[in-house]
């Protein structure tokens, strides 16, 4: 079983990706949606900002 510290860090760390690839794909759509012909900033939005919003939730009831 992991240590609680170890799994509120790699959470924080997961959030952090996260966060950076939602702005990162905010400001430009085709850097993090490279397999798709069609970019746009909602799919970035849904899909990374749906990560991070699950990631914290988690860290929320976790740690």
């Given at each position: 079983m992991m240590?609680?510290?170890v799994l509120c860090?790699?959470?924080n760390w997961l959030?952090?990706?996260f966060l950076f690839t939602l702005f990162a794909?905010?400001?430009r759509p085709w850097w993090?949606?490279?397999w798709m012909s069609i970019?746009?900033?909602l799919k970035v939005?849904?899909?990374y900002g749906g990560g991070c919003i699950i990631v914290?939730?988690?860290r929320l009831f976790l740690c």
């Open positions: 240590n609680s510290e860090e790699i959470l959030a952090g990706i794909g905010l400001y993090v949606l490279w970019q746009n900033r939005f849904i899909l914290l939730l988690t």
